[in-house]
Antibody
């Protein structure tokens, strides 16, 4: 069965960095890009970026360019998102999701990771 | 950039009654391959979003046939033929034509009367 399991909740101070992991299982992860999205309280889902699991190529939303880094460890079947210089507006639930090309949609989602940025 | 809108934003429904949600995009989502790059998701309370409909009108695996998607270009509709208690949550549409700027609608909150 296909699963995406994310790391646990984090509390960070403004200016710090955060790193969330997403471990994939049950499918050939190199065949589907992994995307990261977030949902701030009361806001719509927001796309942040993606990584090609096979070659490591990445693409980021212009909004987060320079502050977000997505990486992957193919041996551990795990993708990571790192966000630096955190501010209170980064408080959100962060999701990884598998983008399935045949559907042009996200067919599998991680359980979400709550990140709270507070002094 | 493509902007997605939905209506209504709140939808109280009596169990057994039908429900309909509209989604509109500021640009056509019809790809040259003939498919509309529009998907629908349901986020149940306390859960991650789950895929309901892809490419405008295709039900994802395991989705009950009371859910249907229709529309083309800039106007799309999600219909639930008979609402059940388990359908409560927030429904989102998403465009995937203009990548990488995957854009979601604001969400429609469905609850039971």
């Amino acid at each position: 069965q296909v699963h995406l399991v994310q790391s646990g909740a984090e509390v960070k101070k403004p200016g710090a960095s955060m790193k969330v992991s997403c471990r994939a299982s049950g499918y050939t992860f190199t065949r589907s890009p992994m995307h990261w999205l977030r949902q701030a309280p009361g806001q719509r889902l927001e796309w942040m970026g993606w990584i090609n699991f096979g070659n490591g190529n990445t693409k980021y939303s212009q909004k987060f360019q320079g502050r977000v880094t997505i990486t992957r460890d193919t041996f551990a079947n795990t993708a990571y998102i790192e966000v630096s210089t955190l501010r209170s507006e980064d408080t959100a639930v962060y999701y990884c999701a598998r983008y399935y090309g045949e559907y042009e949609a996200y067919d599998i989602w991680g359980q979400g990771t709550i990140v709270t940025v507070s002094s | 950039d493509i902007v997605m809108t939905q209506s209504p934003l709140s939808l109280p429904v009596t169990p057994g009654e039908p429900a309909s949600i509209s989604c509109r995009s500021t640009q056509s989502l019809l790809h040259s391959n003939g498919y509309n790059y529009l998907s629908w998701y349901l986020q149940k309370p306390g859960q991650s979003p789950q895929l309901l409909i892809y490419l405008g009108s295709n039900r994802a695996s395991g989705v009950p046939d009371r859910f249907s998607g229709s529309g083309s270009g800039t106007d799309f509709t999600l219909k639930i033929s008979r609402v059940e208690a388990e359908d409560v949550g927030v429904y989102y549409c998403m465009q995937a034509l203009q990548t990488p700027l995957f854009a979601f609608g604001p969400g429609t909150k469905l609850d039971i009367k």
